[in-house]
């Protein structure tokens, strides 16, 4: 069926009149369109902005886009039908409490099945009778009409809820894995890396095919057909044009390199095609496509890069007490697989859902008065379109692709990281495109230096498991290879972070053949990466910045690290400590007991008057042992005759280095009093993961909820981000104040 458009106007079938053209509308005709043409539905069992009973007061008159039943004679005999479509326009994101709205109307017409779409996202939902659930379940697809009388199949598509797709899709992507392994004979690793490619083409084709078109076998063999018809002999494979379209579509992504190409064979290639095609990539929910990755992800790396993946319980717990807020810069120099950053992001992502859904509770009381109960029909429309449009409005805050939304400065300014490894920095990458973006910021580099946005006291919040173990030696540099070349980008980031950026540069410019350890204070003090990574965190944080780090636990008590510890307690605060089980980590491969430590790097007043103590600590401790020392440092220095004898100097020096370490001492213990602060340790048996990686009890939980009713009452940090307000204007115009409370108030969206 096809849609006719002219003149402003765009034909209703199902009203048999032409309807002015809003973007609404259009996305209402399209989705008939595809109820047809896809689905195989019929006009006479279909009809359009159908009005529902709603019982409930202040929330608008309930109205279904698009409903269907089971057959005309259904129709006809208002019984209720099986389908309600709830449509969006197309640049309209839609949020959770859409679904809520849309919901209601479908429970109260007494569908099975409700679906919420703006043509780029279809969501599908089982509406379960008689009660109104806090979660709503979202499942696979609605019948096509053939299937409508049929019983056990739509039975069977109400089971499948995104918890059934999320292990099914899981499943599919290791059987995938396996396709690759038994016919390439490829590495897990290797084999990895082709998934992710196809996986990224079927991203982008379906990205691409506004019908819904999905990445099928069928639809690759029509391509590959058409293709033959015109390519020459020196062409490319058609599955390796594929590839290279979708490198370039990511070109600025650094996901591939420019010489890589696919390295298994077409019909394997077409077997994983096979597999993937009853998932729409574009489509499919991120944390259903997320998660599936992840535990995919655990499953091929749990051997050789088990070291890369922290467990699931800890990341969220170290989000959870660093409290992550809107307008935050947020870095992970060790990302691993991107765990700390993806987590971060939903975190943020949540309370900005949360606070627009208040905003809609606001406008919802503002105009669904008891004065609009008692208007006519006519002018109820009025108020309801009206309400619509500031809610849609509101959405785009969530729309990636708007350049003022909160979710786009969250995505592009918020998150970065960096994994020295190349295969865990692109699937980071990966990691971050399933779970709904915020991947633009990770790069391939070693986490020890600076690249674009990563560099000395840029971040609010610092989340790292950095390498354990492992030493870096004097023998490891600088090189020319370290050294950041593109001018283009240069350019760019020089624009958007001005002095700062070009100091930053200098870190590797100006140290080319000199050792990495150099650039750190601590590496005169110890080799160890652990070690250089807590410093290099402490660098990256902005004064008053808070960071959490998984540490081996020698760290915070073993002798010859205490130097390290003076360090880093003249940098920060210790603001919790938590003892983990050796358990945690037995599952990705590690052998030493961890510890979870938070810091929250000294505010310029703090680091100042830390300063001063230690300067007056030094000052009166030495006087306090300059009896004990002057007599033994002017027998040393005596020449010729008065000099004492070899014995007498052996035992003199000895005694003038334990004195020194008492000085040392007493100086720590005198900063200590001076500049007290408490430090909560906690210490917990069981943290949600078992040895085999199974889930058990995690104390994590309740100890994140003690520490945030801790840490608030205690004032250990304030939020510097105000909360962003709405205005709605006298033309229905929305604008928001910036999240810093500074400016003026803008429109964030295309009006």
């Not at 995938?176 to 082709?194: G, T, V």
């Not at 399933?434 to 990770?442: A, L, Q, W």
């Not at 042992?625 to 004492?644: H, M, N, Q, R, T």
């Not at 889930?695 to 909360?723: Q, V």
Request: hydrophobic share 35%; charged share 35%; aromatic share 10%.
């Amino acid at each position: 069926m096809d849609i006719k458009i002219k003149e402003g106007k765009i034909f209703s079938p199902l009203k048999d009149k032409w309807l002015v053209l809003t973007p609404e509308e259009e996305v209402r005709q399209k989705y008939i369109c595809k109820l047809i043409d896809h689905y195989g539905y019929d006009l006479k069992q279909m009809d359009q902005e159908v009005q529902v009973n709603n019982s409930q007061r202040g929330q608008g008159r309930a109205q279904a886009d698009i409903v269907i039943w089971k057959s005309e004679n259904d129709k006809l005999k208002s019984n209720s039908p099986i389908i309600v479509v709830e449509c969006k326009a197309e640049h309209i994101t839609i949020i959770e409490e859409d679904y809520f709205q849309g919901y209601n109307y479908a429970a109260w017409a007494g569908a099975d099945f409700f679906i919420t779409s703006n043509l780029k996202e279809t969501k599908v939902f089982n509406v379960l009778k008689g009660k109104m659930p806090k979660q709503l379940d979202e499942i696979i697809d609605i019948p096509h009409a053939k299937d409508i009388n049929n019983e056990k199949k739509i039975k069977d598509l109400l089971s499948q809820t995104k918890a059934f797709t999320r292990d099914e899709f899981s499943k599919l992507l290791f059987k995938c894995h396996n396709i690759i392994r038994n016919n390439d004979k490829l590495s897990p690793e290797a084999a990895f890396d082709e998934i992710s490619k196809i996986l990224f083409i079927k991203i982008r084709y379906e990205r691409d095919n506004s019908t819904g078109q999905l990445f099928s076998e069928e639809e690759f063999k029509r391509g590959k057909e058409h293709d033959a018809k015109y390519r020459a002999k020196t062409d490319l494979p058609f599955y390796q044009k594929l590839f290279e379209k979708t490198k370039t579509e990511f070109k600025d992504d650094d996901l591939f390199d420019e010489n890589e190409t696919i390295r298994i064979r077409e019909n394997s290639f077409e077997a994983i095609v096979k597999e993937l095609e009853k998932y729409n990539l574009s489509t499919t929910s991120d944390d259903v496509k997320g998660i599936a990755f992840e535990k995919f992800l655990g499953r091929t790396f749990r051997g050789e890069l088990g070291q890369f993946f922290t467990p699931r319980t800890i990341v969220d717990f170290i989000v959870e007490v660093l409290d992550p807020k809107e307008g935050e810069v947020i870095c992970d120099p060790c990302c691993g697989s991107g765990g700390f950053l993806i987590k971060a992001f939903e975190y943020v992502r949540s309370q900005i859902e949360e606070e627009l859904h208040k905003e809609k509770e606001k406008i919802k009381s503002e105009f669904y008065t008891e004065d609009y109960e008692a208007l006519p029909e006519e002018e109820k429309e009025k108020v309801d379109a009206k309400v619509n449009d500031l809610f849609n409005k509101l959405n785009t805050e969530l729309d990636i692709n708007n350049d003022k939304s909160r979710l786009r400065a969250l995505s592009y300014d918020c998150i970065y990281g960096t994994d020295a490894n190349p295969r865990m920095s692109r699937t980071a990458k990966m990691n971050m495109i399933m779970h709904g973006d915020g991947h633009g910021g990770v790069h391939h580099n070693d986490g020890l230096l600076n690249i674009n946005g990563i560099f000395e006291n840029r971040f609010d919040i610092i989340l790292t498991n950095p390498p354990f173990g492992s030493r870096v030696e004097k023998s490891l540099k600088i090189t020319e290879a370290d050294r950041y070349t593109d001018q283009e980008k240069i350019d760019k980031y020089q624009k958007k972070y001005g002095k700062a950026y070009k100091e930053a540069l200098k870190q590797v410019n100006n140290n080319v053949d000199k050792p990495i350890l150099s650039l750190f204070k601590t590496g005169k003090m110890s080799k160890l990466t652990e070690v250089l990574f807590i410093e290099r965190c402490l660098n990256l944080l902005k004064p008053g910045g808070r960071m959490g780090i998984v540490l081996p636990e020698g760290v915070l008590n073993t002798t010859n690290l205490q130097r390290v510890r003076d360090f880093v307690e003249s940098k920060a605060k210790i603001i919790l400590i938590t003892s983990i089980p050796q358990d945690v980590f037995v599952a990705s491969g590690a052998t030493v007991k961890p510890s979870l430590v938070f810091f929250k790097k000294f505010t310029e007043e703090e680091a100042a008057d830390w300063n001063r103590i230690a300067k007056e600590s030094k000052k009166k401790v030495e006087a306090d042992f300059k009896e004990k020392v002057d007599p033994i440092e002017e027998e040393l220095s005596k020449k010729g005759k008065e000099a004492p004898s070899k014995e007498r100097k052996k035992e003199l020096r000895r005694e003038l280095r334990d004195l020194k370490e008492q000085i040392k001492t007493e100086i720590r213990a005198t900063i200590k009093r001076e500049f007290d602060y408490e430090i909560p340790i906690a210490e917990v048996e069981k943290a949600g993961i078992s040895t085999t990686g199974a889930k058990i009890e995690n104390e994590l939980e309740p100890l994140a909820k003690e520490f945030k009713n801790y840490r608030e009452s205690h004032k250990l940090w304030e939020n510097k981000y105000k909360n962003v307000t709405y205005n709605i204007t006298d033309e229905s115009e929305i604008t928001r104040l910036a999240i810093a409370g500074e400016g003026e108030p803008e429109i964030f969206y295309s009006a």
